[in-house]
Every structure is written in structure tokens, then in C-alpha cells.
């Protein structure tokens, strides 16, 4: 049924729809305030959690990449300066291992400060390989020293080496020195020392590391083998695999992860061996990192920038009731309502840090929800209405908690309600139409 607001000539400029219709509008900019510091808060508290992470990665170990071994030989060439004395300068000959096959577990935990938590790893780490026959190089150089050669392992951070490392190189083991021999392809890592005798040059050189490493967030690898050959798992079920190269063969599950690279020499920009800095081994890596889906900030702070849509939607829906059923809302009444929606997202970030978004949200809604239908029934006398109220509440609030979980597809959502609640709106604006009284004989 049609509904005619009809108006007469004594009827006030601001008892007309034209004048509600601003009034709501402009308020609605006026919620916009209260809503834009809630999100200042929420961005405050996100960056403090971000804070406590570097502190925690800073104190434990962050994300760690793993590179080697790798041999270096001291080469050196010969050279007069001005009075004819002979020169020697020494350069670093650099040499990747033939097959290296790298095998770890991640044990993934989380590390607590206050309220805030980071996810940090440990690793037992497997690297075995070999280098190849070493008679077969031929480095430009005047004189190769292969008594000084040594092999090192870099590691981004050395802070997360725990234990006793098991270095053993052509079934001898070797106690390892931190520090890199030399810096040309990295600065932190490990050393051993490794004269190669002339009987050595001649035949493969295997390796055997186990080593404990611990980090947070992420751990790479660097493809430095001929072949390489990595195998990572853990009981984490949201990795996320970056780097240059996606596994050859991945499984997740509920259980977590299991995943494997085969990487060849062909797949990356550098050779077997070459002398000083000329190469980079950092321009292809691989890894997985330790993903968090959308932690409780994001998701507050994304449900927060679909507020002034809830708000819009709720006071249009006071605003029928009173043109339609003849109400009486005064505009404190439609403010009180927009602080009490504002309110509820700063309870929703504040919940959230103690009890996890999901029950939070429940909790904040549910609060949100009884205090408006309860207002709106002392408000309109008219439990229908209140009860229309609350069904539209509960309502936006599931829609917004769909949304919130769509990570892939919250866009296309988000659209397809908003067209419907468009829709429904046009619809019932039908039943308003104002004309102007000119009593009918």
C-alpha cells in the first residue's frame, strides 16, 4: 500500500522529508569522526604489535636464509708495481657444491609479550651433497692455495644457531668458527677451515651438516647446488611459499605441510665457481613462509571500514520507520543509535586481543545488538519495530562476519549485498510520496 505524506500550508521547512533526509545525511558525517578515531586506535595497536615482533625477531632470531656450503680457495695474481717488485693480490675463489640435498623440520611456536604474540620456528636442518672432482676447475689465476681453502655455510642470523653444529666434510668432522672467510658473497654465517691435499682434487668431496636453527616468520634457501634438492615440512597448516621458485611438489593439510624444490643450474644466473664479488647467490631463493591468514587487527580494521555502511543502512531504517508509521525520532535518539554502532567496533578491537576475533565479534555484536533493539522499543513503543530492528542488526553484522572470512572473495560479496540492500531500499522508498495538500472537494 502506497503511503501519501501528505503536507499542508502551515506544515515547518523542517517537518518535510527533504529536511530529515539532510538531517541524517549530515549526521552520518558527523559519525564519521567518533569512526575514524576508532581506526586510529586500531592502527595504533597494530603497530605496537608490529613494535613487539621486530623486538621478539631482534632477541630470538628473524627470518633466516641458508646458503652452502660453499668452498673458498685464496687465488692470487702476480703483478709488478713501478720499481719492478713483484705484487701478489689475493682474490677469493668461490666454488658451489655439486648436489646438495637439504632437508628440515619446522617446529613452529609462538612467542608471547603482554597481549602480543609472534610465530617463531625451530629447525633441524639435514645438508648433505658433495663437490665435485676439484681437478676439473681452471679459475683464472696465477697460483691457486688449495691449502688454505675452507668451507662456509651463511646464515642470515647467527643469533638462531642453537646447539653443537655437526659439521663433518669427507666423513672428518670439523668444529666450526662463526664468521664468513670472506664477504663477497655474504657476512654472517660459519666457517671451517679444509686444506684440500692433491689427493683430494681428484675425487668428490661429500659433506654431512646437521645444525638447529631457529627464526621467525620465514626461512629461505639459496639453490647454490649443480642439482639441488630441498625438503621442508611442519605441522604449520597456512605456509605460504615465496620465492623465485614454487615447489615441484607441495601437500598441505590440517596436519601441515610437506613440500620439495629440484632446482638444476640451469634454473639460475651464476656458475659453479667464479672468482671475487662478480656473482650474486641472493638473486634466486626459495622458501616458505610461517602465514598468518589475517590476524584480529587486520580483520577489526576491515570490518571497521565497512561501518559507515552499517550506520548508513541502520539510521535509513529508523528514518522509514518514523515517515511511515508516523514516529517520533529526535535527532539525539538517531545519534545515540550511530555512537552505539561505532561502539561496537572499538569493543570488537578491545575483546579481540584477550579471547580471539571470532568470539569477540560475537560477544561485541551480540552487546551492540541488545542495546539498540532495547533503545529502539523505549524509542518507538512498538515491539514489531524493535523486533525489525534487531532482525536487521543481526542480519549486517553475519554479512560483515562472511565478509571478514572471504579473504578471496570479499569484494564480489560485498558488492552483490550491497546491491541487495540497495535494492530493498529503492523498494521501500516506493511506498513514500509526498504531495502537496490541496484538499479535494
Known sequence: MEVKLKTTGTE???????????????????????????????????????????????????????????????????????????????????????????????????????????????????????????????????????????????????????????????????????????TDLATSGMTVKFPVSSEMLEQKIPFDIAINISGAKAISFNPIGKKTDINLSSTWKDPSFNGSFLPTESTISDDGFKAQWIITHLNRNFPQYWIGSKHSINEHQLGVELYVPVNHYQKSLRSAKYGILIICLTLLVFLFIELVKKKTIQLLQYLLVGLALVLFFSILTALSEFMGFTWAYLV?????????????????????????????????????????????????????????????????????????????N
Open 12 to 182: 515547518q521547512w523542517y517537518q518535510t522529508i527533504t529536511f530529515k533526509l539532510v538531517t541524517v545525511g549530515i549526521l552520518i558525517l558527523v559519525l564519521l569522526i567518533p569512526l575514524s578515531m576508532v581506526k586510529s586506535v586500531i592502527r595504533e595497536r597494530e603497530a605496537t604489535d608490529q613494535q613487539v615482533e621486530t623486538e621478539i625477531m631482534q632477541q630470538w632470531g628473524g627470518p633466516q636464509i641458508i646458503s652452502g656450503p660453499i668452498m673458498h680457495v685464496p687465488v692470487y695474481y702476480n703483478s709488478l708495481d713501478k720499481d719492478g717488485h713483484e705484487i701478489k693480490t689475493k682474490r677469493w675463489l668461490h666454488i658451489m657444491p655439486d648436489e646438495l640435498n637439504s632437508q628440515g623440520f619446522i617446529e613452529p611456536d609462538k612467542k608471547h609479550r603482554g597481549i602480543y604474540e609472534t610465530v617463531i620456528y625451530n629447525t633441524n636442518l639435514s645438508i648433505k651433497g658433495n663437490f665435485d672432482s676439484l681437478s676439473k676447475l681452471n679459475p683464472d689465476a696465477d697460483e691457486v692455495d688449495w691449502s688454505k681453502a675452507c668451507i662456509s655455510i651463511a646464515i642470515t642470523d647467527n643469533r638462531g644457531i642453537k646447539g653443537k653444529v655437526d659439521f663433518k666434510i669427507n666423513n672428518q668432522s670439523y668444529d666450526p668458527e662463526a664468521g664468513m672467510a670472506t
Open 364 to 440: 561485541a555484536s551480540a552487546a551492540i545488538i541488545s542495546m539498540v533493539t532495547l533503545y529502539s522499543y523505549g524509542v518507538l513503543k512498538d515491539k514489531v519495530q524493535a523486533f525489525w530492528v534487531a532482525a536487521l542488526l543481526i542480519i549486517l553484522y553475519a554479512f560483515l562476519f562472511v565478509l571478514l572470512q572471504l579473504n578471496d572473495f570479499a569484494f564480489l560479496a560485498g558488492n552483490i549485498g550491497l546491491f541487495v540492500a540497495l535494492a530493498f531500499i529503492m523498494k521501500a522508498s516506493t511506498k513514500l510520496k509526498s504531495t502537496n495538500s490541496t484538499p479535494s
